[in-house]
C-alpha cells in the first residue's frame, strides 16, 4: 500500500459528523413545517380514469392532495413532468400526493386515495423489444456509435476471432441517506429556499428557476452534507424535487418531502440493463487485429439516456480496426441514469473479461497480453495522451500481488474445499471538468476562508477545498474555515464524472495565490511591518508568518491583516476548461483479484484486491485511498451482489429494499491493497485527473477472471451467483 504522507490530512467535518452536529437536509429546521406523502401507480403501463381523494381529505391533519387534474401547471422540461396527465410510464410512478401536518397523517391519507385505472400493454424486459432498438442521440458525452479503419477485414485477416456476450443487470444506488427536499417560498412567491440532496446545486437552481419562471438569483439551493450520491441526487431527482417545491406553493406552507427506501429504487435512477455482443480479432502473438463492441441498454418510455458502455473500447488498447455502437430498448420501468462508472463499469465487464478469454485462448498471460496492446496515443480522438501511467499500474500491482507466482493451468490451486482463482483487468476513465468560481478570504484574525457553491458528498471535499487554500497561504488546515454546499456562494461544479476536484482545484488555487500576492504586497509597503521595503520576490508565507527568505524578519499573519487590512482580504478567481483539448486525458489503473470458490458450494468470497492506480496529482492520499477502496467496493457488488429484480408479468420490482437487494457488506470486504502511482501532468490545469469513479471499472471483470481461473467456468452474466460456480 502506498504509505501516508503529510497531505494526508483526515476530514475536517468528521468530528461534526460522528457527533451529529452535521446537518443533512432532511434536519433542517423549518417553522410550521408540513410533510407530503405520495401516491404511486400500481401498474406499469396505462391511464388513471378516476382518483378519489373525499376520503383522504377527510382524515385528520390532511391540508392537501394533488392530483394531474388539481396540480398548477408548470414549464415544459425534458424529464417526466409528475402529475401532469393520466398516462402511467412504470410501477411506482407518483400520481398524487398528500400534505399533512406530520408523516405519520400524510402516509395514512396517501393510502386512502383511489384510483382507478385502465391497463394497457407493456413492456417489462428489454428481452421483449429487441426488436425495437433505436440509436440515441449520444451515449453519455459521447459519439452513439463509432469506426475506424475496416473491422470486417481486420476480423477475416485474424489468426483468431472471438465472439461473446455479455450481461449486466439493472444496478440500483442506494445512498445511505435517502433523497428529501424542503421547500420555503418566500412570501412574495417571487422566490424560493429549497434545502434538498443535490448533487449538482447550481444545476438544480437553474432547472427550478426554468420550471417555476423565476430568476435565477430568486432561487436558493442548499445541500451542505451529502450521505452518498453516487449519480442518484443529479437528475433523474429532479422530478420530485420539483414535486415538493410545487407542494409548498400550492399549499403557501414549507413542506417537506422524503423518499422512502423502496421508492429510491423507482423514482432516483438507476443502472441501466445492458447486453453486450464483443468480436475480438487478433494474431497468433496477440495483437489485436479487430475490434467490435455492440451494445443494447434500457431506458424508459418517456426518457433516452444511453450509458457510454463501449466507449472504453474506442481508445483503451491498441488496434487499427474498431466499431463500437450503443442502441436503447424502451421499456415500461423507472428511468435510467448514471450510477458510479457509468458506462465504463459494465462495459469494462466485458472488454476485460474478452481480454482474458483471449489469453486463455492464445495461451498468453493476461497482463503480457495487455502489455503487447498497449496504445501509445489515443487512436480513436487521433490525439496524444496527456500522460498514462497504465503500464506502471500494471508493474506495481502485479509485483504487489505476487502474479508471477499465478499458475497458468485453470482449477490447479485448492484450499481444502476452496478452489483459488487469480484474475486482473485494466481501468481507465476519462478526465471531465467544468468551470468553477472559488473565493478564498482572509480575515483581521488569520482565518482563512474558502468559498466555493459545490458539494461534499461524502468524498473530502472539505477537506480538500481546505488544503487548497492552506498551503500557498502557509497557514495550518485549522485556521481554514470552508464552506460549499450553498449557490449563495462563487459557481462551482457539480459532483459527478469524477470532475468536481479538477474543476475547482484551479479556481482555489488561482485564488489563494492571488491572495498570497496581495498580502506580500502589503507587507513590503507597510511602513509598519518588519518587512517593509524587502524586494517582493524575498518574501513568502508559511507557518501562519509572513517571512524574509534573507535576514530574519518575519511578522504574524494576522497581525498584518488586523492592521493593514482590518476588513479582511479576499480574492476571487473563474476557471475554465479549454475549449478544444490538444491531448487525450484519462485516468488509468490496474486490478487484481483473488476468489475462494467452495467447490461444495459454488459460494465466491473475494479474498484480496490489489490495485494501482495513475490519476494525476494526488492531493490527499488518505481520502483518495478510501475513494478507490469505496469504488473497488461497488465493483464487488456489480460482481457478486447487486441485480434489481423485476417480476416481467406485472412489472414491479420485487425486491425494493434492502433485505432483498443485495449489496456487499462488512463480512464480504476482502483486504484491499491500493496503490497510487503519482503523475505530474503538465497538460491539466492542477493536474488532477479525478477518482470517484476508476475503482469501479475493471473491478467486476478481474474476479469474473479469478473465478474462471480457479473452476474453468466462464461466467459472462452478472452478478455470479452460486449456481454458476457448481
Same mark, same amino acid.
Given at each position: ?98 400534505? /399533512? ?30 426488436? #425495437? ?86 432561487? #436558493? ?31 403557501? #406552507? ?165 478452489? +483459488? ?96 500576492? #496581495? ?14 521595503? +524587502? ?35 479576499? /480574492?476571487?478567481?473563474? /476557471? ?126 478481474? +474476479? ?23
Amino acid at each position: 500500500m502506498t504509505p501516508l504522507d503529510d497531505r494526508s490530512a483526515p476530514r475536517i467535518e468528521a468530528g461534526l459528523k460522528v457527533t451529529g452536529a452535521a446537518r443533512y437536509a432532511a434536519e433542517t429546521p423549518v417553522a410550521g413545517l408540513l410533510h407530503a406523502a405520495l401516491v404511486v401507480a400500481p401498474i406499469p403501463s396505462g391511464r388513471m380514469l378516476t382518483i378519489e381523494t373525499a376520503r383522504a381529505r377527510a382524515l385528520p391533519g390532511v391540508v392537501d392532495v394533488l392530483t394531474h387534474e388539481t396540480a398548477p401547471r408548470l414549464q415544459e422540461g425534458a424529464f417526466l413532468m409528475l402529475l401532469r396527465e393520466p398516462v402511467v410510464h412504470f410501477v411506482g410512478q407518483p400520481v398524487a400526493v398528500v400534505v /399533512a401536518d406530520t408523516p405519520a397523517y400524510a402516509r395514512r391519507a396517501a393510502a386512502a386515495v383511489d384510483v382507478t385505472y385502465e391497463e394497457l400493454p407493456a413492456v417489462t424486459s428489454v428481452g421483449q423489444a429487441l426488436d #425495437r432498438a433505436y440509436a440515441p442521440r449520444t451515449a453519455g458525452r459521447t459519439a452513439t456509435d463509432s469506426r475506424r479503419g475496416d473491422p470486417d477485414r481486420g476480423l477475416a485477416e485474424a489468426d483468431l476471432v472471438l465472439e461473446r456476450r455479455y450481461t449486466t443487470p439493472t444496478n440500483n444506488h442506494h445512498p445511505l441517506e435517502p433523497q428529501v427536499v424542503i421547500a420555503q417560498w418566500d412570501a412574495d412567491g417571487a422566490g424560493v429556499t429549497v434545502n434538498t440532496t443535490s448533487q449538482a446545486i447550481f444545476a438544480h437552481r437553474k432547472a427550478i428557476a426554468d420550471c417555476f419562471g423565476l430568476q435565477a438569483e430568486r432561487v #436558493r439551493v442548499v445541500s451542505k452534507y451529502l450521505g452518498g450520491g453516487f449519480g442518484a441526487k443529479g437528475g433523474a431527482w429532479f422530478p420530485c424535487l420539483v414535486l415538493g417545491i410545487m407542494v409548498a406553493r400550492q399549499v403557501c #406552507r414549507p413542506v417537506k418531502l422524503e423518499l422512502t427506501r423502496a421508492q429510491m429504487f423507482t423514482l432516483v435512477g438507476r443502472r441501466q440493463e445492458t447486453i453486450q455482443q464483443l468480436k475480438l480479432g487478433a494474431s497468433r502473438d496477440g495483437r489485436l487485429t479487430a475490434i467490435v463492441h455492440d451494445t443494447i441498454g434500457q431506458t424508459s418510455t418517456y426518457g433516452d439516456y444511453a450509458d457510454p458502455v463501449a466507449t472504453l473500447t474506442r481508445m483503451l488498447y491498441a488496434c487499427p480496426n474498431v466499431a463500437t455502437t450503443h442502441r436503447l430498448v424502451r421499456v415500461n420501468a423507472p428511468q435510467t441514469n448514471p450510477a458510479r462508472a457509468p458506462g465504463e463499469g459494465p462495459g469494462s465487464f466485458a472488454l476485460e473479461s474478452g481480454l482474458d478469454e483471449l489469453a486463455h485462448e492464445l495461451g498468453i498471460d493476461p497482463v503480457e497480453l495487455r502489455l503487447r496492446n498497449f496504445a501509445d496515443h489515443d487512436q480513436h480522438a487521433g490525439l496524444p495522451w496527456s500522460s498514462n501511467g497504465l503500464r506502471s499500474c500494471y508493474r506495481v500491482a502485479a509485483r504487489s500481488f505476487g502474479w508471477d507466482r499465478r499458475p497458468r493451468e485453470i482449477g490447479t490451486t485448492r484450499d481444502g474445499r476452496h478452489r +483459488i482463482g487469480w484474475g486482473m483487468a485494466s481501468a481507465c476513465y476519462p478526465v471531465y471538468r467544468m468551470a468553477s468560481e472559488a473565493a478564498v478570504r482572509i480575515e483581521p484574525d488569520g482565518t482563512v476562508r474558502v468559498r466555493c457553491g459545490t458539494q461534499d458528498m461524502g468524498s473530502g471535499t472539505y477537506t480538500v477545498l481546505g488544503q487548497l487554500a492552506a498551503a500557498p497561504l502557509g497557514v495550518p488546515l485549522g485556521r481554514v474555515v470552508v464552506e460549499l454546499g450553498d449557490t449563495d456562494l462563487p459557481e462551482g461544479p457539480y459532483s459527478g464524472g469524477s470532475m468536481a476536484t479538477a474543476s475547482f482545484t484551479p479556481a482555489v488555487e488561482a485564488a489563494a495565490r492571488s491572495l498570497r500576492r #496581495r498580502l506580500i504586497e502589503l507587507a513590503v509597503g507597510d511602513p509598519n511591518s518588519p518587512l517593509h521595503g +524587502i524586494a517582493a520576490e524575498h518574501v513568502t508565507i508559511d507557518d501562519g508568518h509572513v517571512r524574509s527568505t534573507v535576514g530574519n524578519r518575519s511578522e504574524a499573519l494576522a497581525d498584518l491583516v488586523a492592521r493593514a487590512a482590518p476588513d479582511g482580504l479576499e /480574492a476571487f478567481a473563474h /476557471a475554465v476548461p479549454e475549449a478544444t483539448p490538444r491531448f487525450s486525458s484519462f485516468g488509468y489503473g490496474a486490478v487484481f483479484a483473488e476468489v475462494r470458490v467452495d467447490a461444495d458450494l459454488g459460494e465466491v468470497r473475494v479474498a484480496r484486491l490489489t490495485a494501482a492506480y495513475a490519476t494525476g496529482r494526488i492531493l490527499n492520499p488518505l481520502l483518495a485511498r478510501s475513494q478507490f477502496i469505496g469504488g473497488l467496493v461497488w465493483g464487488i457488488g456489480m460482481a457478486l451482489h447487486e441485480a434489481t429484480v423485476m417480476d416481467e408479468r406485472g412489472g414491479r420490482i420485487v425486491n425494493d429494499n434492502l433485505a432483498d437487494y443485495l449489496i456487499p457488506v462488512h463480512a464480504d470486504m476482502p483486504r484491499f491493497d491500493v496503490h497510487i502511482v503519482e503523475e505530474d501532468d503538465p497538460h491539466l490545469a492542477g493536474g488532477i485527473k479525478g477518482i470517484g469513479m476508476i475503482g469501479t471499472v475493471g473491478t467486476a471483470a478481474a +474476479i469474473a477472471n479469478a473465478v474462471f481461473h480457479a473452476t474453468g467456468r466462464r461466467v459472462r452474466n452478472l452478478p455470479i451467483r452460486v449456481e454458476d460456480c457448481l
